[in-house]
């Protein structure tokens, strides 16, 4: 049973950066991915990036500002934010899942607690 905790989070304003972390503990998938998920109330949760087999891949509303990445143990990763604007605000979800490339969130398993990113002048 995989264990997810996050760290990171907060209130920053428009063009500021931000970094999560996501620590697991026990089993990992070494074939699927792990990563980040990001919800609004009244919305569905929407993928924003993730890591499957060492390689990231992002949601397209992302790629050029955010970067995800693992230790070598595979069991960390981290959501570095830059650029951030309004549309960033959302709860963060780092979660984990045995498919690869995985993009919706139906297909994973383990999800954190969540992490409030407020982006606000």
């Known amino acids: 049973q995989v264990q997810l905790v996050e760290s990171g989070g907060g209130l920053v304003q428009p063009g500021d950066s931000m970094t999560l972390s996501c620590a697991a503990s026990?089993?990992?998938?070494?074939?699927?991915?792990m990563g980040w998920f990001r919800q609004v109330p009244g919305k569905d949760r929407e993928f924003v990036a993730a890591v499957s087999w060492r390689n990231p891949f992002y949601a397209d509303s992302v790629k050029g500002r955010f970067t995800i990445s693992s230790d070598d143990a595979k069991n960390t990763v981290h959501l570095q934010m830059n650029s951030l604007n309004t549309e960033d605000t959302a709860v963060y979800y780092c979660?984990?899942?045995?498919?690869?490339?995985?993009?919706?969130?139906?297909?994973?398993?383990?999800w954190g607690q969540g992490t409030q990113v407020t982006v606000s002048s």
């Open positions: 026990g089993r990992t998938f070494t074939r699927g991915s």
């Open positions: 979660a984990a899942g045995s498919r690869s490339y995985s993009i919706v969130a139906f297909e994973y398993d383990t």
